[in-house]
C-alpha cells in the first residue's frame, strides 16, 4: 500500500480546512479530552471536508466513530487494541494504524497484520509528556528492518530539517503536529513538508 511521505495530525475539521489548498492529501484527526459529542460532529465534519478535497482520513483512538463516518483509516494506541473490533473494521474496509514503542508492541501490532506502523516518538517532543524515551534513528532502522514492506510511520519531534534523515534510516512516511501547527505560516510550512518529501 502507497502512502503519502507526510501526513499533518490536526486536532480540529478547521485546521484541515485550513491546510487542505495547501495539498494534503492524508491527515490524521487526533482529538483529546472533548465530549463525546462534540467529537462525534467534529469527525463528520472532518469526513466531509476530507471527502470534498480528495484527502484520505485517518481517525485516531475512535474506531467506532471511524466505522460510523466511513474514514478511511483508524490509528490505534496499545491500549485502543484492548476494545477495537479489528474484524468489523476490516469487514468495513477501514484500514488500521497501530501505535508502537518497542518490542513487544511491535510484535502484537504485527500480529494483527495492520495497514501501517508508526513508532515514535523518534525525537524529543514537547507536544505531550511522553512515557518513553526518543526512539532515535537507530531504532527507526530496526523497526524497519523488522516490519519490510510494511509502511512505516515516524512520529515525535519531527521537523522539515531532520526529515531527510528520517527517511534515511528507513521511514515510509513522516507524521508531523508542532512543526506545522506552530509555524507562522501553516499552509506555507505544509507546501514546504510536501516538496522536501517529493525530493526525498
Known sequence: MNLPRVYPILDSADWIARLAPAGI?????????????????EVQRARSLCARHGIQLILNDYWQLALEAGCDFVHL????????DVAALRRAQVRIGISTHDEAELERALALEPDYVALGPVYPTTLKVMPWAPQGLRRVRQWKARVGSLPLVAIGGVTLER????FAAGADVAAVVSDIVRAQDPAARTRSWISAAAAA
Open 25 to 41: 492529501t492524508l491527515v490524521q484527526l487526533r482529538i483529546k479530552e472533548r465530549a463525546a459529542p462534540e467529537v462525534a460532529l
Open 77 to 84: 494506541g496499545q491500549g485502543d487494541l484492548e476494545h477495537a
Open 163 to 166: 526529515l531527510p534523515e528520517v
